[in-house]
């Protein structure tokens, strides 16, 4: 799955967690590329390892097996000093806006932070890259700049945290839940601001989400998860007109739609997310899965390619079956 | 309407109003509110956060402060008896027992320290004066009928043992141990996962129905709310802006912030990189409301008229759907039917 134009490549990454002494896997050999300049979605309930897998991309924590490759380097190989350059160019944001801004600053210095961490002295050139992204994400540099976070409402506070990502002019940012806790109406103008973002600074987006509908709105891609695996990868279209696997599947029925109303969405997925302590043996998804068969739990399906770019982790593929 | 006769809905709303005192002034979290609800329906109370929908709710079973910080007025009748007028103690013997509540968070309405099966139990054997044994059978029950599996082996279990959509099925027992005739169920899966969310609202339904109990749905997913009521309220900055069957909401929307609100959600419908019409802007202030429409400032087509004056609940044809808009949207079928 190497494609040369890959800004950056995961490899047979694990990340390993400790919990009550017992040693798990949050996330299990996973591999994918993020070509430049794509929105790669990554959907799955909590738990499945989706905010791990962010994470581990910047290195916070590192990997515990596995490489991460960004713009051709090795990240696990680098110091610290040399990962402090590299994490300029990527930046994450998170879901709670909020908590993900000291409190007690100001908003020019909260956007302003990177600049001066990276060693920018000269404090008028400082203001004027803060006043410009402040006024790409659409927050009045004028009235805003002084001002703490309390005072600004949460999707506000969004934008001032995709504001200070921005400022060093990232090349890939992971966007963690970044709409999740923000309303309706907000979540939409924060949905259609990163894709405005990532036209004019030609960004490439990893973008997490439990939520199946945001995630196909703005990705090309998408990449299910299931605890710690991939389950399905596919262009965005695609997997949500033909998914193959049930998991996918699954999910996409329990997506009130409103112009489905009055119709019976189909039965909701049954149980919940096992342990990941102790998964299930060959395919993890088998114990709530409505077509799981003997093999399921003798044998654990390889993600092998069905369709060009389609990829599934699945014996028993719903689109095998002509259904 | 007469009251006292089986004409009488069981609940009604009228010209309700939640204020808080607060040290920067008066936030109007509620604002004027009336509905009916008739028995075995439900109805959703759809809004964005700070619209007064929770405010709402805790206003029907009294639940807010006591510190004279909450200023109510208005009246809520249930079966007739007007609630904010009754002593604490007797809206004591109503809550839980013919009015239940299902919050957002279950752990935070669980008592962590207490074995699920005990927390059931007292509640029978509080409410309805259940002997011991008998509450204890009656638990399992419960729990059996909330879709938790091993339902005896469970009752001895704290509720941290078990996972969010888990405790909120306890938390549904909980509720459904006193046979309410009205279950609020405020954001119930909103801290749950999709795949819990879906079995979580079926097993409310399926209760409803069994129980032909009543049900308020507040949700801020306007997508649940139209799976799972029949008739829905819209509120706004502490105001009903439209109220009507599910159906005919998303059918033919006249307010336009309820158009708004539908559209600014992504639909799987679409492909992707499509658009989304966001409403611009943010809620008013409760502590500063305008005077006019509460939604003008972010109304795609609001006039002069719509920040001077606020326009009144009104009907056309049907006066079972009411809105507030002095220059309300055509009726249109919806494309997809």
Redesign the interface.
């Known amino acids: 799955m190497n494609a040369l134009n890959a800004l950056l490549s995961i490899e047979d990454m694990t990340v390993e967690y400790t919990n009550q002494g017992q040693r798990f896997a949050a996330i299990s050999d996973i591999t994918i590329d993020i070509a430049e300049g794509e929105t790669l979605g990554l959907v799955g309930?909590?738990g499945c390892g989706k905010s791990t897998t962010g994470r581990a991309i910047i290195q916070l924590p590192a990997p515990t097996m596995g490489k991460v490759t960004f713009e051709g380097r090795d990240l696990s190989e680098l110091n610290h000093e040399e990962m402090r350059q590299v994490r300029r160019r990527l930046q994450i944001i998170f879901q709670d806006p909020v908590s993900s801004l000291n409190p007690r600053r100001k908003v020019k210095d909260i956007v302003a932070e990177p600049l001066v961490i990276a060693g920018m002295k000269d404090a008028t050139e400082r203001e004027r890259r803060v006043r410009e992204v402040l006024e790409a994400v659409g927050v009045d540099p004028d009235t805003a700049m002084d001002r703490r976070p309390h005072q600004f409402?949460g999707?506000q506070c969004q934008r001032i945290c995709i504001a200070r990502a921005l400022i060093m002019e990232p090349k890939l940012i992971v966007c963690d839940e970044p709409v999740s806790a923000l309303?309706?109406?907000?979540?939409?103008?924060i949905?259609?601001l990163l894709?405005d973002m990532k036209e004019r600074y030609g960004l490439t987006l990893l973008f997490i989400s439990?939520?199946?509908?945001?995630v196909?709105?703005?990705?090309?891609r998408v990449a299910v998860m299931y605890l710690g695996k991939f389950c399905e990868l596919a262009d965005?279209?695609r997997i949500?007109e033909a998914p193959a696997h049930p998991y996918t599947a699954?999910?996409?029925?329990?997506?009130?739609?409103?112009?489905?109303?009055?119709a019976d969405?189909g039965p909701?997925?049954?149980g919940?997310?096992p342990s990941p302590l102790n998964p299930p043996s060959g395919c993890r998804f088998r114990t709530r899965c409505p077509h799981a068969q003997e093999r399921c739990a003798a044998e654990e399906p390889e993600f092998r390619q069905i369709e060009s770019g389609h990829h599934v982790a699945c014996h028993f593929p719903l689109t095998e079956q002509g259904s | 309407m007469d009251s006292e006769t089986s004409a009488s809905p069981l609940l009604e709303v009228v010209d309700l109003y939640t204020h808080f005192d607060t040290p920067r002034g008066v936030a109007h979290a509620v604002d004027g509110v009336s509905f009916r609800l008739e028995r075995g329906r439900t109805l959703g109370i759809v809004g964005e956060s700070g619209s007064g929908k929770s405010v709402l709710s805790r206003t029907i079973i009294d639940i807010l402060a006591k510190d004279g910080s909450v200023l109510n007025q208005g009246e809520v009748r249930f079966e007739g008896r007007d609630l904010m007028a009754l002593p604490e103690k007797d809206m004591r013997e109503i809550r839980g027992r013919e009015i239940a509540m299902v919050f957002q968070d279950p752990m935070s309405s669980l008592n962590p320290v207490k074995k699920i099966g005990k927390q059931i139990t007292e509640v029978l054997v509080k409410r309805l004066g259940m002997p011991g044994a008998e509450a204890k059978r009656r638990a399992v029950e419960l729990i059996e009928s909330v879709g938790i599996p091993d339902a005896a082996q469970q009752l001895d279990r704290f509720p941290m043992h078990l996972s969010g959509g888990m405790r909120q099925r306890v938390a549904i027992a909980i509720a459904l141990a006193g046979e309410p005739k009205l279950l609020i169920a405020d954001e119930p899966t909103t801290a749950l996962d999709v795949t819990i969310q879906a079995q979580i609202l079926d097993l409310l339904r399926h209760q409803q129905v069994e129980r032909n109990m009543a049900v308020i749905l507040i949700s801020h997913d306007l997508g649940i709310v139209a799976q799972y009521t029949d008739d829905v309220a819209v509120m706004y900055a502490g105001q009903i802006v439209e109220s009507c069957s599910t159906e005919e909401l998303i059918r033919r929307p006249r307010m336009p912030y309820t158009e708004a609100l539908m559209n600014s959600a992504p639909n799987l419908a679409d492909p992707p990189h499509t658009r989304l019409d966001a409403i611009p802007g943010l809620p008013p202030n409760l502590l500063r409301v305008p005077g006019g429409c509460r939604f003008a400032e972010r109304c795609p087509y609001a006039a002069e008229k719509c920040s001077a004056e606020m326009p009144a609940l009104t009907h056309d044809d049907d006066p079972s759907h009411i809105y507030a808009c002095w220059y309300p949207l055509e009726i249109k079928e919806a494309v997809s039917a």
């Open positions: 309930e909590s409402s999707g309303d309706v109406s907000v979540q939409a103008q949905l259609n894709e439990h939520d199946l509908a945001v196909k709105n703005i990705s090309d965005s279209a949500y699954g999910l996409m029925a329990t997506i009130p739609d409103l112009s489905t109303i009055g969405a909701a997925l049954i919940e997310i």
